[in-house]
């Protein structure tokens, strides 16, 4: 039981109370509670049934059999590509990762109504725990990626070390969508659907299927590299699979060109922390 | 009370809520409409408020529905941002605004705990290290690594009371948590907010139940419309509280948007029509409900019912339940619907609710107002919720079977 009575404390120091915010002012709370919600979830989807994991993996697994049988077997479409088939499970889980994670995030805030409208917490751990949700089962994910890379006879390279180079753009974008669209979301209830046209518009607008240099007109290549996604892709491909094929730099013509996307890139991070800062403190009162 | 230092302290304290007209759903009606000023109700909440509460007080919050007194709790909370003024609060706060907030069914009793006092703003060690104290508070031992989902609400809400008690916050928020849960529980809430009291631990509690206004606080404050009506002993502020509603009776409420028509209150009254606030358990009850009728209905229906704080409805009658089909409502006309009842209800505060329908092709409601007044029925609380029609017998002298 507590001592408060009886203990000599010093009264504590007064703080001001100004409402909810994003972050909340307290990091090591934000952080707590952000991993403590991500652990749970994650451990929901994987301990809540025997096959939890097996099932998790399915869903890439399979959409990638799929895929791979319609364009690899019937079409041909990668015979030009070396490692088609590594390449396109590798982008379909990075894909997913991005797609699965701001689908979730759309409705997170709503969904959270009852905690958000009677919990004092800083609000941004929402988007940011289904972020890291995600980020665990891509991970998870990867393991399998590796191993079918290995098993398939890709040669083992330095550049493979740079994994993490990779994923902190991902996971960073991912979490600026996230952001953007879980607020919006609040105010304009079709954000859903036209979320999930645009989400699977990037499916195809990305290289997952094909590579940037099967586009053919340097033009629209550069035009087609301002997708941040894009980028990552490519560059996944050049360092961890295929070290012949483009650099993003080079596929998106050179330096001043490269920026652009680094521009999008950096343009939708703070656009999302910025709306979602805005509007922490009111979603209380929209809801 | 001896002088100490403040725990909260609030400070011009201002919130108003603009409630668009039309409301703009979608980014399609954004776009239709992009230069369409929206109109906005403007409700002036929390019109400057100030008070400080005392560290190891135990003060309580009271008011009428509507009278900003949520909004003041959720403000403290930092639920809302307030639009002026400022609240300081000396330590850690935890508010209990409803128990049990964000418990995931799928979840164990662990997980759940763990999560809950992280969000009150511990460690995810102390909650690990306080979750044997917090189930044997809870006395759910037995049930450790259930999940959530199995056990029973009584179970759940022992759980999420604990937790708040466990969690060790300076000051603590409390919003009528004691609606729920039967009554050996409420004896242990009760036992809980002495002890905590005596603790010196500060506690605001917001309630509708005068008595334990008067039971347990230093001081209280009443909130009307907005503002700070009156501060200081608990029996001034339970007075001054049932004066200000017996006027809100007679006056009807105020800001009612119904145009058609309008209640003017409701109330129980013994069978001579003497209006009451506490019954004894077994009385003949007479509800009684005035509506002014502004424009005239057709083929009406009024209803009247019984509800208890937390919204289970006891009993609901109305005049087409009972055959009665008046052909309309003539407007400026004033109407008395008086229900006699034996109600075999028990102790408890019930709540008065109306409504007023238009019948005919469908439905179409004029007014719902699920509390136009309140009163007590006093009993004993340990002979349950309701009087049941029963006979007793005993038989005794009887031979044991041999063994």
């Known amino acids: 039981m507590s001592v408060h009575a009886g203990a000599v404390v010093p009264p504590p120091e007064p703080r001001e109370i100004r409402g909810p915010s994003a972050l909340g002012g307290d990091w090591r709370r934000f952080i707590h509670l952000t991993w403590l919600i991500a652990v749970t979830e994650f451990r929901l989807t994987y301990f809540g049934s025997v096959l939890g994991y097996l099932w998790s993996l399915m869903r890439p697994l399979l959409f990638f059999g799929v895929l791979y049988l319609v364009f690899a077997e019937i079409a041909n479409f990668g015979a030009k590509i070396p490692y088609y088939p590594v390449l396109l499970l590798t982008n379909i889980v990075l894909i997913s990762f991005f797609q699965e994670a701001t689908g979730a995030a759309v409705t997170a805030v709503v969904n959270r109504e009852n905690l958000v409208r009677k919990m004092h917490f800083p609000r941004m751990v929402i988007p940011l725990s289904i972020v890291l949700t995600s980020s665990m089962n891509l991970g998870l994910n990867l393991i399998a990626v590796f191993a079918f890379i290995l098993i398939y006879g890709v040669p083992v390279q330095a550049t493979w070390l740079l994994l993490p180079v990779l994923l902190l753009p991902l996971i960073m974008f991912t979490a600026g969508v996230s952001m953007l669209l879980s607020s919006l979301y609040v105010r304009f209830r079709d954000v859903q659907p036209i979320w999930s046209v645009i989400s699977q518009l990037l499916f195809y607008g990305s290289p997952v299927l094909y590579t940037v240099q099967s586009i053919g007109d340097p033009q629209l290549e550069h035009l087609y590299m301002f997708n941040p996604l894009a980028c990552i892709l490519t560059q996944a491909r050049q360092w961890i699979i295929d070290p012949s094929a483009p650099s993003w730099i080079d596929a998106a013509g050179g330096f001043p060109l490269a920026l652009v996307s680094v521009a999008i890139f950096v343009t939708l991070c703070v656009l999302g922390w910025w709306v979602f800062d805005r509007e922490a403190p009111r979603i209380a009162e929209l809801l | 009370m001896i002088q100490r230092h403040a725990a909260i302290e609030v400070e011009g304290l201002e919130k108003t809520f603009r409630v668009p007209k039309q409301h703009i759903h979608t980014i399609k009606e954004r776009a239709l409409h992009p230069f369409r000023r929206t109109e906005y109700d403007v409700y002036d909440v929390l019109r400057g408020v100030s008070f400080d509460i005392g560290s190891g007080e135990f003060f309580g919050i009271v008011g009428r529905n509507g009278s900003g007194k949520s909004t003041l709790l959720k403000c403290l909370a930092g639920i809302y941002k307030p639009d002026e003024g400022r609240i300081r609060v000396a330590g850690r706060l935890a508010p209990f605004i409803e128990l049990g907030v964000g418990f995931n069914p799928d979840l164990t009793a662990l997980d759940n705990v763990v999560l809950n006092a992280v969000m009150m703003?511990?460690?995810?060690?102390?909650?690990?290290?306080?979750?044997?104290?917090?189930?044997?508070?809870?006395?759910?031992?037995?049930?450790?690594?259930?999940?959530?989902?199995?056990?029973?609400?009584?179970?759940?809400?022992?759980?999420?009371?604990?937790?708040?008690?466990?969690?060790?916050?300076?000051?603590?928020?409390?919003?009528?948590?004691?609606?729920?849960?039967?009554?050996?529980?409420?004896?242990?809430?009760?036992?809980?907010?002495?002890?905590?009291?005596?603790?010196?631990?500060?506690?605001?509690?917001?309630?509708?139940?005068?008595?334990?206004?008067?039971?347990?606080?230093?001081?209280?404050?009443?909130?009307?419309?907005?503002?700070?009506?009156?501060?200081?002993?608990?029996?001034?502020?339970?007075?001054?509280?049932?004066?200000?509603?017996?006027?809100?009776?007679?006056?009807?409420?105020?800001?009612?948007?119904?145009?058609?028509?309008?209640?003017?209150?409701?109330?129980?009254?013994?069978?001579?029509?003497?209006?009451?606030?506490?019954?004894?358990?077994?009385?003949?009850?007479?509800?009684?409900?005035?509506?002014?009728?502004?424009?005239?209905?057709?083929?009406?229906?009024?209803?009247?019912?019984?509800?208890?704080?937390?919204?289970?409805?006891?009993?609901?009658?109305?005049?087409?339940?009972?055959?009665?089909?008046?052909?309309?409502?003539?407007?400026?006309?004033?109407?008395?619907?008086?229900?006699?009842?034996?109600?075999?209800?028990?102790?408890?505060?019930?709540?008065?609710?109306?409504?007023?329908?238009?019948?005919?092709?469908?439905?179409?409601?004029?007014?719902?107002?699920?509390?136009?007044?309140?009163?007590?029925?006093?009993?004993?609380?340990?002979?349950?919720?309701?009087?049941?029609?029963?006979?007793?017998?005993?038989?005794?002298?009887?031979?044991?079977?041999?063994?």
């Open chain 2, 121 to 403: 703003g511990l460690s995810p060690k102390e909650a690990r290290d306080r979750f044997d104290a917090v189930m044997a508070f809870a006395e759910l031992e037995d049930f450790l690594d259930m999940k959530l989902k199995n056990y029973s609400s009584g179970m759940q809400v022992r759980l999420a009371f604990s937790v708040m008690v466990q969690v060790d916050a300076d000051v603590l928020l409390i919003d009528e948590v004691l609606a729920v849960g039967d009554a050996a529980f409420q004896q242990k809430c009760f036992d809980v907010f002495y002890r905590l009291r005596d603790e010196g631990r500060t506690i605001v509690l917001v309630t509708h139940q005068m008595p334990m206004i008067e039971q347990f606080s230093h001081r209280a404050l009443l909130l009307n419309d907005g503002v700070i009506d009156i501060i200081g002993d608990p029996g001034d502020v339970a007075r001054r509280y049932l004066d200000l509603n017996l006027a809100h009776i007679e006056t009807g409420p105020a800001g009612s948007r119904a145009t058609v028509a309008r209640p003017i209150g409701a109330w129980v009254s013994d069978t001579e029509g003497k209006r009451l606030d506490a019954v004894t358990a077994g009385e003949t009850l007479v509800l009684n409900l005035e509506v002014d009728v502004r424009e005239r209905v057709e083929s009406p229906d009024l209803g009247i019912w019984l509800q208890m704080r937390d919204g289970t409805r006891m009993f609901y009658t109305s005049t087409r339940r009972m055959g009665q089909r008046p052909e309309a409502f003539e407007a400026g006309e004033r109407v008395h619907l008086r229900v006699r009842a034996e109600t075999g209800l028990r102790a408890g505060l019930y709540f008065i609710g109306a409504v007023l329908k238009r019948t005919g092709g469908h439905d179409d409601t004029l007014f719902a107002e699920p509390h136009l007044g309140d009163f007590t029925i006093v009993g004993d609380a340990d002979y349950g919720l309701l009087e049941v029609e029963h006979d007793l017998e005993l038989e005794r002298g009887l031979e044991r079977a041999p063994q």
